[in-house]
């Protein structure tokens, strides 16, 4: 421990003796020991949209789940309300932000992450199947045609 000491102690030679097996390390006046990355810029974070549809209480793959990444939440609010704006009115819809493991063994949900679950029931649906992925279907491709990644 004495070695840790002389190197972390200012001393007035630019040069320090490490007590466990005499080599000699040059230590120069700087604030730090190694140079800091550069960074160009800061990038934004991805937002995510997770979209589910079950058919009849079912997720029997009819309608496998998509996910997509947006760039900005503005972009990803717009998208919610997107869908909740197309299929609220006929469908059950179910949102949810998506929690993630953090440091410490716990989740927290970091707000960059949504998920809804539109509920289709044959029964009481006043579209088909078909016209219904259909609508779903537009939506997507409107939010690809603006740069927006599907995962």
Known sequence: MRGYFGIMSSSSSSECDLQCNGEKVDIKKQSHLWQPKETKGKEEPLWHLRISVLKDQEGRGDAPSRRFAFKSMHHLTHAA??????FATSFDMRKCGCDT???MGGRVNDGRCENI???????TAKEGWTEFLGRLKTLEDEWEHEGISHL
């Open 117 to 123: 679950t539109i509920e289709y029931d044959s029964e």
């Open 81 to 86: 309300n997107q869908l909740e704006s197309a």
């Open 101 to 103: 493991p953090d440091a």
